[in-house]
Nanobody, 118 residues
Framework: QVQLVESGGGLVQTGGSLNLSCVVS????????MGWFRQAPGKEREFMAS????????YYGDSVKERFTISRDNTKNTVYLKINSLKPEDTAVYYC???????????WGQGTQVTVSS
């Protein structure tokens, strides 16, 4: 059974930082591309970042710019998303997902809530 479990969300003040984690079990983590998405209330799900199986290539959504950093540790089956200089508009549920290169994301975590107070 494949499971993705996010953690690290919470309530943070504007300008603060968070480091989200996603632990994967039930599949060979090191062969999958991992991604982070977010969904704010009343909005569509938004792509944040992805990282290939080796960690060699990373991709970021247009709204991310330089505040977000994705990384992974294949020895821990974990992918991370570091968010700096948090803004109230970053408030959302953040999800991690996995896929094979060139395929659609097929497994998703349950999400972790990030709330940024002004």
């Amino acid at each position: 059974q494949v499971q993705l479990v996010e953690s690290g969300g919470g309530l943070v003040q504007t300008g603060g930082s968070l480091n989200l984690s996603c632990v994967v079990s039930g599949r060979t983590f090191s062969t999958y591309t991992m991604g982070w998405f977010r969904q704010a209330p009343g909005k569509e799900r938004e792509f944040m970042a992805s990282i290939t199986w080796s960690g060699y290539r990373t991709y970021y959504g247009d709204s991310v710019k330089e505040r977000f950093t994705i990384s992974r540790d294949n020895t821990k089956n974990t992918v991370y998303l570091k968010i700096n200089s948090l803004k109230p508009e970053d408030t959302a549920v953040y999800y991690c997902a996995s896929k094979l290169l060139g395929r659609d994301y097929d497994y998703w975590g349950q999400g972790t809530q990030v709330t940024v107070s002004s």
